[in-house]
T-cell receptor, first 109, second 110 residues
Framework: SQKIEQNSEALNIQEGKTATLTCNYT??????LQWYRQDPGRGPVFLLL?????KEKRKERLKVTFDTTLKQSLFHITASQPADSATYLC????????FGQGTELSVKP | DTEVTQTPKHLVMGMTNKKSLKCEQH?????MYWYKQKAKKPPELMFV???????INESVPSRFSPECPNSSLLNLHLHALQPEDSALYLC?????????FGPGTRLLVL
């Protein structure tokens, strides 16, 4: 069955460093991948979408890559700040929108 | 208006109660969704409405009953819930690939 996996449940980094989150997919070839941010007790907020024919996409301090050979997307936050602390969800559509388990990012001052 | 609103924010109900969750969007989106989310888990799709018609029901128990009165509103009627139904219930809407989520209703079933 179609699967999306985020291989870190939690990631702790120091303020100012680059956070890198990983999303792997199996058993299908998504036309695009999306990244959402979710704060505790709140709904997910859309951040970025990258299509299969795009290698990289940027938005301010965020960068997403899509490697169809590795079946993987990487999500980077540069110059991370404590305000970036949240759970980040990778998602893709395989019929319906499928979410990965999420990675809880904690940025320490 | 680029918001999805949900009411109430919090709800506590007994197993014999009947209650409803409400969701509203004025972005002109024609697809609307209900998700259930447990702690430390991703959102799980429950229902999808497309052009006000139910298009997907993810084998949700009949104690959850969705309703789409018009293109801006989505309701979820709850009856005879179980304690394990306690969760964050999220509404979302979409026009294309991106989904816009509401803040959710935190439901506790006693």
């Amino acid at each position: 069955s179609q699967k999306i996996e985020q291989n870190s449940e939690a990631l702790n980094i120091q303020e100012g460093k680059t956070a890198t989150l990983t999303c792997n997919y199996t058993n299908y070839s998504p036309a695009y991948l999306q990244w959402y941010r979710q704060d505790p007790g709140r709904g997910p907020v859309f951040l970025l979408l990258i299509r299969e024919n795009e290698k990289e996409k940027r938005k301010e301090r965020l960068k997403v890559t899509f490697d169809t050979t590795l079946k993987q997307s990487l999500f980077h936050i540069t110059a991370s700040q404590p305000a970036d602390s949240a759970t980040y969800l990778c998602a893709s559509r395989g019929g319906k929108l499928i979410f990965g388990q999420g990675t809880e990012l904690s940025v320490k001052p | 208006d680029t918001e999805v609103t949900q009411t109430p924010k919090h709800l506590v109900m007994g197993m014999t109660n009947k209650k409803s969750l409400k969701c509203e969007q004025h972005m002109g989106h024609r697809a609307m969704y209900w998700y259930k989310q447990k702690a430390k888990k991703p959102p799980e799709l429950m229902f999808v409405y497309s052009y006000e018609k139910l298009s997907i029901n993810e084998s949700v128990p009949s104690r959850f009953s969705p309703e789409c009165p018009n293109s801006s509103l989505l309701n979820l009627h709850l009856h005879a819930l179980q304690p394990e139904d306690s969760a964050l219930y999220l509404c979302a809407s979409s026009l294309g690939e991106t989904q816009y989520f509401g803040p959710g209703t935190r439901l506790l079933v006693l």
